[in-house]
């Protein structure tokens, strides 16, 4: 069903910003700010998720939400004092409430007995109070319907008529199935309440055969009568075959406590009741219509009951209320008839029609401050803007100078089209933005963990939390920077001990910072731990075959090899870090979306680990160039400049490979028509050196036959669309049609290392 | 036939757009708020048959919201349903203490939850 289907998205995007909210608050909690307001929107947020959890039938994260709710609801009565113990727990219940949330949204399902220790550490905690609440955790939740509560029997001993309650409970058995007979007596609190007993008696008709018998007998002489009392009861009888007493206390399930009420079953057929009615008056039929008075006049008085009705408890304002007048109701109410009877025909108590409405032109809609788009929606703008910022520079591409010349009009209307198409680039691309605090936010919680499995003291400090970045590569951000994190927690920090000897503080920082440098984003994770092992880091690489014997590589280009795939220096596998995944797939998780990162070492001192990240994953600057008749595009972030090849000073290296000397630099030299299997017609001399820039300021120089321009591309994925090839960052379609492929400079430059090293 | 309105006042999205989508299947008109306080300037800014609250929301809760529509002097009849995951007699009294006509449990079953408002409007 796929209204249920959007309301499970609905809810699993909310949980995940509950998620992050509970999060911040325990961030916020665990620094000593144990507050009310703190305590009720980590309370409130639990009780959402439980309730949408509820409503999707997840029992299992229903049934731990509760007993963490409940705890919470101890700590919030003050039950249970807020300690760090509670805290930590806490912490953890966070984490197995996350863990629950993704079971369900997965459809993966957990250990039956996931989180049972937690649960047990709950109950542990609130021993000695009432756990009574916690009983509720077991209820099955599939149970939709209506809570029933019982309701007592106790009739209000009117006059002197005390024995019913005693007499119904030791009423015979010998009762004819189906035939029921109820009192009611309402309290002055049931109107407070907007109940209305003209609603329970449709009720009531809906179940069977009705009749009703009103007891108006202490209606008083108007001199007497008071606004806000209640003077009417009724008797009512209902037969159906099938109707049980609990479905008659349902009907009054909503005024339990706001009236008198005895239900009991009838002797058979309409015989009376053994129980005499609170005043068995004679009968005086035809005085008025049953539901005339009900409805009608009760509501008459109740009316005006409501209007005259100071404020704030009705209930209780009986005595101060004005004397009213009651001309118009006189009319109606005869002060002195004891008792008013009639027959109520089952179809008049029939749903009736809702009240009209009124004021409809007053009507407005308020409290609309933001609205809730689907990605999706989003991402076809960002799409189709994407477009037009490429259309555009199509256009102003195919203006030549003569037409520049002839039509100045067009050339500035097409120069405030590029500038209003960008705009609205960057606006779109506004609306996908999000600061990183919602990823940062998760890593308190890891390093507080870390520190505790490996004896380490740690603390993080976070700068630029406040930094956005497109939506996709936030979500794309956190196993990342989860394991940077493990790894410099891990491998980066001394123990406390070896710190001091080496004269640090024996506490370690890992700080992670975000910062917006031109159109990427950097994210940072540094830490002052002992750097990196190079010696040890190039012995794992020469043992793995990842690095050949007779390779010297740089130290920079030893540091980067922590992030070959299969490479972990871990002399064991822990279960921090170890996991059977490496820094390779930080490498190839941050590749996805674009980004790059680069990794420095300072021995004894610590090492910096920086993630460049697009801005934005859509629209990428790109330099237009030919490659055996084909089109290819080079980011342009990537490009420090561009050389004829006759004007290149090229140099040859014993093994026959090709470099290119710039400015004193050796510059490992691709041709990527060899590279792809290109023929090319264009003459040596006449080709290209694109020098690019790899990550970790390497430089590698392409060598293409034609450098045609820049322009910007709307990048579409080669993975989606086809699958992944080396070398190969993804795909655009140009103004003219054609498609070209993004050349992936970095993963160039690393096929090319392995091939050398191997 | 003219058509009910009803507001629901709910922090959470995913319960406010099931109730939206149970009750405007049913044909009721549904306006929506995100907790009491907005919910009370939903109401001073029109006609409602029918409330349906959440007891814990951020800003005003339930209770209070109850509390002060019924103190306005204006909705005294106006019949105020608790949605609750509470199923402790504690917090029915507490809501009920306050003004509310009646009590929806989460979660709710969209027939029984037609019903119950059928059970408290005219």
Redesign the interface.
């Known amino acids: 069903m796929s209204d249920l289907d959007d309301f499970k998205a609905t809810y699993f995007d909310e949980c995940s910003e509950l998620l992050t909210e509970l999060e911040e608050q325990f961030a916020a909690i665990e620094a000593g700010e144990r507050d009310a307001g703190r305590l009720n929107a980590v309370f409130r947020a639990i009780h959402s998720i439980k309730g949408g959890a509820g409503a999707f039938g997840f029992s299992a994260l229903v049934g731990f939400a509760h007993a963490y709710e409940t705890l919470l609801d101890y700590v919030r009565d003050g039950r249970i004092e807020m300690s760090d113990d509670v805290v930590t727990l806490c912490i953890r219940a966070n984490d197995i409430v996350a863990d629950h949330v993704k079971a369900a949204q997965t459809g993966e399902a957990l250990p039956a007995d996931y989180g049972m220790d937690e649960k047990a550490r709950f109950d542990a905690l609130a021993r000695g109070e009432s756990v009574a609440e916690d009983e509720e955790g077991g209820e099955p939740l599939e149970e939709f319907d209506i809570e029933f509560v019982p309701v007592m029997v106790h009739i209000e001993a009117a006059e002197d008529e005390t024995h019913e309650s005693d007499a119904f409970e030791a009423a015979p058995m010998a009762f004819e199935p189906g035939h029921w007979e109820i009192h009611f007596r309402p309290h002055q609190a049931l109107y407070a309440r907007a109940n209305d007993p003209l609603l329970l008696f449709r009720e009531l008709a809906a179940l069977g055969e009705m009749s009703v018998r009103a007891v108006i007998g202490e209606i008083p002489a108007l001199a007497d009568f008071e606004p806000f009392a209640v003077y009417c009861s009724w008797e009512i009888t209902l037969i159906s075959p099938s109707l049980t007493e609990a479905m008659i206390r349902e009907v009054f399930e909503f005024v339990d406590g706001d009236c008198d009420i005895a239900v009991a079953q009838l002797g058979g057929g309409l015989a009376p009741l053994d129980v005499a009615p609170a005043q068995s008056l004679p009968l005086e039929p035809g005085l008025s219509d049953l539901l005339a008075l009900a409805d009608d006049e009760v509501e008459a008085l109740l009316d005006f009951a409501l209007e005259s009705a100071p404020v704030a408890e009705p209930a209780e304002s009986v005595e101060e209320a004005p004397e009213p007048s009651f001309a118009a109701l006189a009319e109606t109410i005869k002060p002195s008839a004891p008792i008013a009877v009639a027959r109520v025909p089952v179809e008049a108590l029939k749903p009736a029609t809702p009240v009209p409405e009124s004021e409809d032109g007053e009507r407005r809609n308020v409290g609309v401050q933001s609205i809730r788009v689907d990605l999706d929606k989003v991402d076809r703008v960002v799409n189709m803007v994407g477009e037009l910022v490429i259309t555009q520079s199509m256009l102003t591409q195919q203006m030549d100078e003569t037409l520049r010349a002839r039509y100045t009009e067009l050339v500035r209307g097409l120069e405030v089209l590029a500038q209003t198409t960008r705009g609205l680039q960057d606006s779109v691309m506004a609306i996908r933005a999000q600061p990183v605090k919602s990823v940062f936010s998760r890593m308190p919680r890891l390093v507080r963990e870390l520190a505790q499995k490996t004896g380490k003291k740690i603390k993080l400090e976070t700068i630029g939390e406040n930094t956005e970045i497109d939506k996709t590569v936030i979500e794309q951000l956190s196993d990342p920077l989860t394991h940077m994190i493990r790894n410099s927690a891990d491998h980066g920090i001394e123990a406390p001990d070896l710190r001091t000897a080496r004269g640090k503080a024996d506490t370690g920082t890992i700080r992670l910072s975000a910062e917006q440098a031109g159109g990427n984003i950097l994210i940072i994770v540094e830490d002052d731990g002992g750097g990196i092992n190079r010696e040890r880091v190039l012995q794992v690489a020469r043992d793995k075959g990842i690095v050949a014997a007779d390779v010297n590589p740089s130290d920079e280009q030893i540091d980067q090899l922590i992030f070959a795939p299969g490479f972990s220096t871990a002399s064991e596998v822990s279960d921090i870090s170890g996991r059977g995944v490496g820094m390779d797939v930080v490498l190839s998780n941050i590749k996805k979306i674009g980004g790059s990162v680069h990794v420095r070492s300072w021995t004894g001192k610590g090492t910096r680990m920086t993630l460049r990240l697009p801005l934005t994953l859509a629209v990428l600057d790109v330099m237009l160039v030919k490659v055996g008749g084909s089109p290819y595009v080079v980011p342009l972030s990537s490009i420090v400049e561009t050389i004829q090849c006759s004007r290149a000073a090229f140099e040859r290296v014993p093994s026959g490979g090709k470099v290119l000397q710039v400015r004193g630099e050796y510059v490992q030299v691709i041709d990527l028509a060899e590279r792809f299997d290109m023929l090319t017609e264009t003459e040596a001399d006449n080709r290209f050196v694109v020098l690019c820039e790899a990550e970790g300021s390497h430089k590698v120089a392409l060598i293409v036959d034609d450098i045609i321009g820049q322009q910007q591309v709307v990048i579409k994925s080669l993975e989606e669309n086809f699958e992944r090839v080396d070398g190969i960052a993804g795909g655009t379609i140009l103004g003219d049609g054609n498609v070209a492929l993004i050349v992936d400079v970095q993963g160039l430059k690393t096929t090319i290392m392995h091939k050398t090293a191997a | 036939?003219?058509?009910?309105?009803v507001l629901t006042v709910d922090?959470?999205?995913?319960?406010l757009?099931?109730l939206h989508?149970t009750l405007s299947n049913a044909g009721f008109e549904v306006?929506?708020?995100?907790d009491g306080k907005?919910g009370l300037?939903?109401l001073k800014?029109?006609?409602f048959?029918v409330v349906i609250t959440?007891i814990?929301?951020?800003v005003m809760d339930g209770i209070e919201f109850i509390?002060h529509v019924?103190?306005?002097?204006q909705h005294?009849?106006?019949?105020?349903l608790i949605l609750t995951?509470e199923?402790?007699?504690d917090k029915?009294d507490q809501g009920?203490a306050a003004?509310?006509?009646?009590?929806?449990?989460?979660?709710?079953?969209p027939e029984?939850l037609i019903s119950?408002i059928?059970?408290?409007?005219?």
């Open positions: 036939m003219t058509t009910l309105r922090d959470s999205r995913t319960i757009a099931m989508h306006l929506q708020a995100e907005q300037d939903m800014s029109g006609e048959d959440d814990n929301m951020p509390r019924r103190a306005t002097g005294q009849s106006l019949p105020i995951t199923t402790s007699q029915r009920k003004g509310g006509t009646g009590w929806i449990v989460k979660p709710f079953d029984k119950v059928h059970r408290v409007v005219h």
